[in-house]
């Protein structure tokens, strides 16, 4: 049992140690200055030549160099030829064998050989060797001592002819095979017949018993007849006693030196062997021990697939920059440096990031690609293309016009905020802004989106780009890239006309001379629309709600959506009739042919609101009151003006300005065009009553009335003039073209 175990253990060690071959011949496997060739054998140390070369004498090789050439090994001082000493722990001799031959048929004498290896500090080697038997009847003893007990053992070849006998086949017909145990020292054996050959004697007249190394010896059935080797191959172990190193604790005494370890031979620590480390090579029992393998210089040392750096005992791979891996050959070799998780992570979330920003970068940008194109597709149908034309034929009026962007109109409103509205009626919303500069200005927003409204616009930029009148409502610019196009305004303080002449509640009542002097002004407007400006302009809106007050009464004339430009080659233009109700110059109304003369009906009108204090049309009060021209008229051909002017408004002594002012009225409200005066009559009529007056009374401005308010009688209602009121007719009779 306990054999079996130490057998086991032996062939592990055997293994490890032939396991770590010696690739690269070192140098000199001997002592300093020792031989260590003799002949083709080299011969490393523990095992010398000569004294001091050897560790004790069980190492000594006598290379006998004078009998032979080349020279021959011999173990110690026998004849034991050596052929091979490995530092892994194995010795090759060449051995005799036994045998026991007969010189001839029923023979008494035999002549036999024994033989003896007689070294008890060497174990033959139980993996290599086999102990084997040739013959046909023989029979051979191998015994020898393991760990000191005596070993015996046998071995049995017969056959009846050999004709039975096969190559190769050492199973005891001619050739028998045993193992050899481990752990065995001190070989002997004997080689006996059963019958002295007597059967075989003319095939085989020998038996032969030798322990051979098992992979060197192939059995031919030839060997029946004629064994031809006197020695065979034998491999013994060899180890270092325990002489030197006394426990395998107390390895200071061992002769393994650096890079090494010691390897128990026998599990007692009777006997040991020298291993170089992983990683070293050389001849561990010399002094300076094991040498550090260069793995880097061969290939096949190393499985570096890119750079191979040496360590002691150990090599490292190494990768390329910007590569990772272990670098080897079937491990993960190199690749480009991968990301940790976290890495990955960033590198995930960054292009995501990256991503999403692009993308909205993008939809933005396309969002905003498609407002411009949009505003782009407003410009053009609110007619800016139109405007830029005819801007451009009127180069110095182009800087009074700017074009305001959306942004800025819906910041001066505060985004079209309800507290900034100031007026509101069909045409749409006006709204109080303030620009970036502080200016104060109106904005006119149009409430339908329809083309004939948007031409309006345009219409009234074109007309109010050419007018400079200090008495006209001045246009700073429009919005184009709208829905519905903008109009910015100068902001005019105090309200409409309309609303001084009718809301009293919000107003007190305008003087007779404000009064004039406001007629007087929107008649200068009209003249110089009709005559001054480059291209004569018909208004076609004369109302008070289109006479806007500043803070010092002046009035601007404004909306001019509906006005003309008449060419100066022709006095009148055939249009679809427009104004507002009440206003409406009758004959216009009959033959759609718009003069400048239609202008003047609607301010004969105005003229007789100022002087009554009563609306242009009325659906209150008795009949004959409705239509303000015809009353007042009325009461003009029947001589009671009086009767009609507003109470309280006159001072004394203006009422032969007022009934004058309501000449002017009659002749403009007359109802063929021709028979009215143009308005630079008008304005020179009027401007001589308030020239006559004022050489007549020379006293301060008063702007509003000395009665109280309550004294006139007050319209009921309130109500603006809407566009409601203002009619389109088509024209009933054509001009013949
Ligand atoms: C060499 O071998 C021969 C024959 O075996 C022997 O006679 C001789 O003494 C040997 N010489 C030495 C130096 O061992
Ligand atoms: C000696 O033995 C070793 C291993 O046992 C072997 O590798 C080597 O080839 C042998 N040398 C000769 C000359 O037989
Ligand atoms: C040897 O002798 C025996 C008897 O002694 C005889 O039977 C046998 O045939 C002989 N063999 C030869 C080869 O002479
Ligand atoms: C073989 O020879 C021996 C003498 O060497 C003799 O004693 C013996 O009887 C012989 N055996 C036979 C079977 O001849
Ligand atoms: C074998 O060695 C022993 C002692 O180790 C010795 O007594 C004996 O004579 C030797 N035998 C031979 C044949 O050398
Ligand atoms: C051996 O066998 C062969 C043929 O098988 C035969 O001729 C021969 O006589 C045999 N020899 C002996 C000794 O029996
Ligand atoms: C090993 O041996 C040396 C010398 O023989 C001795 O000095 C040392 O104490 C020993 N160490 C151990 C652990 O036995
Ligand atoms: C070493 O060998 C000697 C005999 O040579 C023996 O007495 C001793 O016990 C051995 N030491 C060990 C530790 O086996
Ligand atoms: C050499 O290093 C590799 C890893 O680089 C390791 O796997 C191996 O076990 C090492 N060999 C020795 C003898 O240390």
Known sequence: MGRQIKTHIRLMIINILI???????????????????????????????????????????????????????????????????????????????????????????????????????????????????????????????????SYRTACVALCDNITTVRDGACSGNGCCQLDIPSGLKGLRYRVRSFDNHTDVFSFNPCGYAFVTEEDKFHFSAAYIRNFPQRQVPVVLDWGISNTTCSTANNKSNCICGPNSMMVNVLPDGSEYRCGCLDGFEGNPYLPRGCQDIDECRDERLNDCKFECVNTKGNYTCNCPEGFKGDGRRGGEGCTRSSKSFVQVIIGVSVGFTVLVIGSTWLYLGYRKWKLIKLKEKFFEENGGLMLQRHLSQWKSSTDTVTIFTQEELDKATNKYDESAVIGKGGYGTVYKGILPDGSVVAIKKSKLVDQSQTSQFINEVIVLSQINHRNVVKLLGCCLETQVPLLVYEFVTNGTLFDHIHDTTKHVPLSWKARLRIALETAGVISYLHSSASTPIIHRDIKTTNILLDDNYNAKVSDFGASKLVPLDQTQLSTMVQGTLGYLDPEYLLTSELTEKSDVYSFGIVLLELITGKKAVSFEGPEAERNLAMYVLCAMKEDRLGEVVEKGMAREGEFEQIKDVGKVARKCLRISGEERPSMKEVVMELEGLRVMAEHEWVDEENLVADGASNIFVVSGSTNVVDDSMKVQVLPLIHDGR
């Not at 010696?22 to 004294?51: H, K, M």
């Not at 010795?91 to 026991?100: M, T």
């Not at 001839?104 to 004498?109: A, I, Q, R, Y």
């Open 19 to 149: 396991l770590s071959p010696s690739v690269y011949a070192v140098a000199s496997q001997a002592l300093l200055g020792c031989d260590d060739r003799c002949g083709d054998l080299q011969i490393p140390y523990p095992f010398g030549t000569r004294e001091g070369c050897y560790l004790n004498k069980n190492f000594l090789i006598t290379c006998n160099t004078t009998h032979f050439d080349p020279p021959r090994p011999f173990l110690r001082t026998g004849n034991i030829q050596v052929t091979n000493i490995s530092i892994s722990g194995e010795l090759q001799i060449l051995h005799f064998g036994a045998k026991d031959c007969y010189p001839k048929n029923n023979s008494l004498d035999a002549r036999r050989t024994s033989a003896t290896l007689n070294l008890s500090t060497f174990t033959v080697s139980s993996t290599k060797n086999k102990f084997t038997v040739i013959g046909c009847d023989t029979y051979a003893f191998l015994s020898g001592q393991i760990e000191g007990q």
